[in-house]
């Protein structure tokens, strides 16, 4: 029985301990002082701002100079390409490629507006014409639906590259939105369009695609998606429902049309519209040849997978183009800058107050020299006639 106590003896203290510790916190805080629980918040009211100290490397130019190969300056007035061309000289961006040349007469005004007022600044695409002479609000009598149009668009491209083209811009129009006469979307890999992808090839022109977008544009916009905020914002971002083909069927149809045409050179947009998953995107490019991708808007999804990135870049450096969409100011370019060249940790993707793509931060992948100036500006200058001479005039 003694023994019995004994053992006992450091319970009981610990008990007292207890006791008086109860004591002493209900007479810091009486039942009426306890703090209250903080108010519930709305998902967009959230804003965390981190206390992690790490290193930051603010950087407002790229190492070497870069070729912004998706870019927008079509949406600008003049003097806001003006003060596109003053962010680009303090980025170190030698040329930028717009994505916004129409086919037809309406190209060579855009053409000739970017190389008068700034020569060997900008290098122009010409997009897809589905409408040609038709209404654009009949589809009915568009040129897409009449037969010969492959060939007649082809020419047209012959005519833009004549008038000073580079390449030819394809939206997510294909696939997404075209519909033939029926109601039914035209797929990426329809035949009607062979004759363009052939003709580009014998003017020794690359194709940049936009073909898809976000995987999470086609789940449900429910509490398991990630980018639910955004498409709540953005309702018509969403591709989700049987109006819509899948995700991986958009992306099996243009991966049929770049094994189909071996000889084109397809840059694929946007890390190739799945950057969620690099294995898979490795893959296609050990497949085809004449597969490449670029990085814009993107930067959200490949900083949050560095070291998975890293690999990847470091893989095939020889397929990976700079870009960033859209026209972004020196704010939107440093995260491209610091993700590419730094190893800095945790730093924001975008300088909304709200990040557009997805609740998270992300993380450089520090590049080395040869593999930056691959993607900077050499992968441009060898798929892209005319970025060479524009870089070095």
């Not at 890390?271 to 969620?276: F, H, N, V």
């Not at 870049?313 to 020196?330: E, N, S």
Request: proline share 9%; aromatic share 12%; net charge negative.
């Amino acid at each position: 029985m003694l023994k019995f106590f004994r053992w006992q003896k450091p319970f009981a203290f610990f008990l007292f301990v207890g006791c008086f510790s109860l004591q002493m916190t209900t007479s810091v805080f009486s039942q009426d002082e306890v703090p209250e629980r903080p108010r519930r918040i709305y998902l967009d009211e959230f804003r965390p701002t981190p206390v992690l100290k790490v290193k930051e490397h603010i950087l407002e130019q790229a190492k070497f100079p870069c070729v912004n190969v998706h870019s927008h300056p079509g949406r600008l007035s003049v003097e806001e390409i003006d003060e596109m061309v003053k962010t680009m000289d303090a980025a170190n961006i030698a040329v930028s490629v717009s994505l916004d040349g129409k086919a037809g007469p309406e190209f060579a005004d855009h053409y000739q507006l970017l190389a008068k007022r700034h020569p060997n600044r900008f290098i122009v695409f010409v997009r897809m014409d589905y409408i040609g002479d038709g209404a654009p609000d009949k589809p009915e009598t568009w040129d897409v639906h009449k037969p010969g149009f492959g060939v007649r668009m082809a020419d047209k491209l012959t005519e833009a590259v004549r008038q000073g083209a580079q390449g030819l811009k394809l939206l997510k129009t294909l696939g997404l939105y075209l519909k033939d006469l029926d109601g039914n979307l035209i797929k990426p890999d329809d035949p009607r369009f062979d004759p363009v992808w052939e003709r580009a090839a014998e003017l020794n022109i690359p194709v940049l695609w936009h073909c898809a977008d976000p995987i999470s544009f086609f789940s449900p916009t429910d509490e398991r998606n990630e980018r639910w905020e955004e498409l709540y914002r953005h309702p018509e971002w969403s591709f989700y429902g049987e109006q819509f083909p899948s995700h991986q069927e958009l992306i099996d149809g243009r991966n049929r049309v770049i094994a189909k045409h071996p000889e084109t050179s397809f840059i694929c947009a946007h890390m190739a519209d799945i950057p969620e998953d690099l294995t898979k995107l490795g893959t296609y490019l050990d497949r085809y040849p004449n597969m490449n991708v670029e990085i814009s808007a993107r930067v959200a999804e490949l900083g949050r997978q560095p070291y998975t990135a890293r690999k990847f870049f470091l893989k095939y450096p020889d397929r990976i183009l700079f870009g960033t969409d859209g026209v972004p100011p020196m704010s939107e370019l440093i995260p491209h800058f610091r993700f590419l060249e730094t190893f800095d940790e945790n730093f924001p993707y975008e300088d909304n107050p709200f990040p557009p793509q997805g609740l998270w931060n992300i993380y450089g992948i520090g590049l080395p020299d040869e593999v930056l100036k691959k993607i900077y500006h050499e992968n441009a200058e060898r798929l892209i006639p005319g970025v060479k001479e524009a870089m070095n005039p």
